[in-house]
């Protein structure tokens, strides 16, 4: 059986790479999205990354997870720091939850060392960029094979 995961992506994440001196790196948010697609298939999940700049539409896509999922991957993005309605969505899900962050979110402003998602997550992964996606999937595959 192939396990599917859902990687949710938040507010500004489709900006990845767009400052190539920025927090996030120079690889465009495609690019990271094609190197997960393919450490999914190596790993033999099925991946389904997605992106939204609208709470509420992530929270949808967490419950839609409820039923066409096995794992959550998410960066809640600046709504990690503020979302109520994203930690209760993400506590009504049974599966495992990585929580995960492009750059190191307890270097950064002193509003983002408090993660509402950290209270649903299984794990936290932070400050690894786009190697920390990949390295949330390998977790994800660990979590599901047990």
């Not at 033999?44 to 991957?73: M, T």
């Amino acid at each position: 059986m192939t396990h599917r995961v859902f990687f949710l992506n938040g507010p500004n994440a489709n900006l990845y790479g767009l400052d190539k001196h920025g927090t996030y790196g120079s690889e465009s948010f495609a690019s990271i999205e094609t190197r997960c697609q393919h450490h999914a298939t190596a790993l033999g999940l099925a991946l389904d990354f997605r992106q939204s700049n609208h709470e509420g539409v992530l929270v949808d896509w967490i419950q839609e997870a409820r039923l066409n999922a096995d794992a959550i991957v998410i960066n809640a993005a600046g709504l990690t720091y503020s979302s109520v309605p994203i930690l209760d969505a993400l506590l009504a899900f049974d599966g495992p939850i990585i929580e995960a962050h492009m750059s190191n979110i307890w270097k950064r402003e002193r509003f983002r060392h408090h993660s509402y998602v950290s209270k649903a997550a299984t794990g936290v992964i932070a400050g690894l960029g786009a190697l920390g996606y990949e390295l949330a999937l390998t977790a994800v595959a660990e979590l599901l094979a047990t």
